[in-house]
């Protein structure tokens, strides 16, 4: 069973940097492609970007483009989340995720395992 372990959140003000770390136990056919997801309180987990592991291929959603960045190290099985120009409605629980190898990276019913989510809070 993959295990993923996040880190990095934090409390910045508004216009500030910060960057997730999403660490995978191993890498299989299971673990195809990382995701971060996000919720804010009150509001649906949504998916924020998406990254295959093999050729780099990314997604990001239109509310994050030109600010997040999503990459990754395969040496280190860790994924990042480099959230530039943060906002206060970027406030949320962060949520790594893995998927395989059936759907794009856009297919958010395909994820199946889940870190436990670090806290961004972005203040004004």
């Known amino acids: 069973q993959v295990q993923l372990v996040e880190s990095g959140g934090g409390l910045v003000q508004a216009g500030g940097s910060l960057r997730l770390s999403c660490a995978v136990s191993?890498?299989?056919?299971?673990?195809?492609?990382m995701a971060w997801f996000r919720q804010a309180p009150g509001k649906e987990r949504t998916l924020v970007a998406a990254?295959?592991?093999?050729?780099?291929?990314?997604y990001h959603a239109d509310s994050v483009k030109g600010r997040f960045t999503i990459s990754r190290d395969n040496a280190k099985n860790t994924v990042y989340l480099q959230m530039n120009s943060l906002k206060p409605e970027d406030t949320a629980v962060y949520y790594c995720a893995t998927k395989g190898l059936l759907g794009s990276l856009v297919a958010v019913h395909r994820y199946h395992t889940w870190g436990q989510g670090t806290q961004v809070t972005v203040s004004s």
């Open positions: 990254i295959n592991w093999n050729n780099g291929n990314t």
């Open positions: 191993e890498r299989t056919s299971s673990s195809y492609a």
